[in-house]
């Protein structure tokens, strides 16, 4: 227990005892906070009055877009090769963006007017360039995109081979009896 001048401020030091029932009584207010929070959960909810509109109507179950399935499989199908412009690695047939609907609509669009999936692409990568491939062609603009990661490995693989054999040449390396008398007075000085 402290004494003087500092025993009013900081106030006595807690015990054993003090901090076993300062944590029970963190634990009790625990427990009965689930306890409200579990029967606050489970009641019922109280009956809405008289000025409280009722509840809106289930919404309907959602419709297909369009009646024509093969050109809704040919939309899933290509939209899983292409990405959303606004998510940018998010699948345009995953991507809840606004402009990502516009694209599949755009598509189907073009589906309906009779367009193969190539000249469905072609319009896209027009319009939005090679961004909205997955798989962006071999060009020189992708040169590095294709051939970079097989570069890094190249570079990667040399400096290893590097490392190791001048790890080999210093470990072959016979030790000079000089430099050994004088590590071993180095290590016997510091002893």
């Known amino acids: 227990m402290r004494t003087g001048d500092d025993a009013g ?8 005892r003090g901090m076993l029932a300062r944590a029970s009584g963190v634990a009790s207010g625990l427990a009965s906070g689930l306890v409200l929070g579990l029967a606050l959960w489970l009641l019922p909810p109280l009956p809405a009055d008289a000025n409280t509109p009722p509840a809106p109507a289930p919404a309907p179950t959602a419709q297909p877009l369009h009646a024509d399935v093969a050109i809704e499989e040919r939309l899933t199908r290509l939209s899983r090769e292409l990405r959303c412009v606004v998510c940018q690695n998010e699948a345009l047939v995953e991507s809840p963006a606004e402009l990502a609907g516009a694209m599949r609509q755009e598509i189907r669009d073009l589906m309906k007017a009779g367009k193969t999936d190539q000249e469905v692409i072609d319009f896209l990568t027009a319009r939005y ?3 909205v491939l997955f798989r962006p062609p071999f060009k020189p603009v992708t040169y590095l995109l294709w051939i970079g990661p097989f570069v890094f490995l190249a570079f990667g693989a040399l400096v290893w081979v590097v490392a ?6 210093f470990q072959g390396a016979p030790l000079d009896p000089a430099r050994l008398a004088d590590a071993a007075r180095l290590l016997q000085e510091k002893t």
């Open 164 to 169: 190791l054999r001048a790890r080999r040449r």
């Open 9 to 16: 401020v900081m106030g006595p030091r807690p015990g054993l």
């Open 129 to 131: 360039g090679d961004f």
